[in-house]
């Protein structure tokens, strides 16, 4: 990001104007340097505190012109200056100095398009299992909101169906895309803009209307998601399965004992535990995670596959533990 132009002149000018002033008055009155700057600043400033000694013909001559050059451009460049920081350009330009810095290191990282509930939520279960994210929003009060309990947050304040708002956001480099916006044809836009910005990022979207699952589908969204259909099935196994509900529930905790549900994909194993059996690369540890299914190389789920049961390429572990089991397994695996 280049630098504002508008700063930097008018910061310049100012700064021309008192280097040439302590030159004049140190080669026409031979001042020190901090008599010569102290005649500067009095003359520019049109304070009117007496010289340092009697001015000499010479001093007076090049007081008299710089006075008359300088006084005009000095308080132009001034205001000029002073407009560009209470009109809230300089704060712009730092804000967005400062993404640009944060987002030269990021990768891999996820996109939240749309920061109201929706978003917000996914953003706080992001946050938990520390997983970057960037946020886009035309509303600068979302923002607002989160920062109020938080204390960071990547964000961009621009409309999603714009490109070049995603391509700010990392879209080429990110790995996942999560559409929270009300509105299906928005969303179905950024789904279209997004798979041709980064045809490997994986597309997460929210629909308005059943009508609009196939179409978000087809323009190439990985899986949608109808938030009123999950709702109303969410509060009928409330009266149905009570205990289950309260189960899944505590998969979402934030606590050191919440029940979390992760997976370990192949290529994420050391050389050393690649085509091993489950006993080895799971209980073997002691961490207390369980293995509750693996998805093989057809893509199909088995429940509860025997311990002997041999992790190949392209295949998948499913595990259930605390947080805490879960770092210690991690931690296992990258010391193997």
């Given at each position: 990001?280049?630098?504002?132009?508008?700063?930097?002149?008018?910061?310049?000018?100012?700064?021309?104007?008192?280097?040439?002033?302590?030159?004049?008055?140190?080669?026409?009155?031979?001042?020190?340097?901090?008599?010569a700057l102290y005649m500067t600043v009095i003359t520019i400033a049109t304070i009117g505190y007496q010289e340092v000694k009697p001015l000499t013909t010479n001093g007076k001559i090049f007081n008299i012109i710089f006075i008359v050059s300088s006084f005009t451009i000095f308080t132009y460049a001034l205001s000029r200056l002073t407009r560009y920081m209470v009109s809230g350009e300089l704060a712009l330009y730092l804000k967005n100095r400062k993404l640009m810095n944060a987002m030269e290191h990021i990768s891999n990282h996820v996109i939240i398009c749309g920061f109201g509930r929706n978003g917000q939520q996914a953003a706080k279960i992001l946050r938990q299992h520390k997983t970057d994210f960037v946020v886009i929003d035309n509303d600068e009060n979302h923002f607002k909101e989160w920062l109020e309990d938080h204390t960071s947050l990547i964000s961009i304040l621009g409309d999603a169906t714009d490109d070049e708002v995603l391509i700010k956001a990392g879209i080429q480099k990110a790995k996942a895309l999560l559409l929270t916006?009300?509105?299906?044809?928005?969303?179905?836009?950024i789904v279209l803009s997004a798979r041709s910005l980064n045809p490997h990022l994986q597309i997460i979207s929210r629909a308005g209307q059943k009508s609009a699952v196939k179409k978000l589908k087809t323009a190439g969204a990985n899986h949608v998601i109808l938030p009123d259909k999950i709702g109303g099935a969410h509060m009928?196994?409330?009266?149905?399965?009570?205990?289950?509900?309260?189960?899944?529930n505590n998969l979402w905790g934030d606590?050191?004992?919440?029940?979390?549900?992760?997976?370990?994909?192949?290529?994420?194993?050391?050389?050393?535990?690649?085509?091993?059996?489950?006993?080895?690369?799971?209980?073997?540890p002691k961490t207390g995670v369980n293995c509750i299914g693996i998805k093989d190389k057809e893509g199909r789920f088995i429940i509860n596959p025997s311990p002997d049961t041999i992790i190949q390429a392209h295949m998948k572990i499913m595990l259930l533990g605390t947080m805490h089991q879960m770092s210690s397994m991690k931690a296992y695996l990258e010391k193997a």
């Open positions: 990001m280049k630098k504002p132009i508008t700063l930097v002149f008018w910061f310049g000018t100012i700064l021309l104007i008192i280097v040439v002033g302590i030159i004049g008055f140190m080669l026409t009155e031979h001042y020190n340097f901090l008599d916006l009300p509105t299906d044809a928005d969303n179905v836009f009928a196994t409330l009266v149905s399965k009570p205990d289950v509900i309260e189960f899944i606590e050191a004992d919440a029940i979390n549900i992760e997976s370990i994909d192949y290529n994420m194993l050391p050389d050393s535990l690649k085509d091993k059996s489950i006993q080895d690369i799971i209980y073997a």
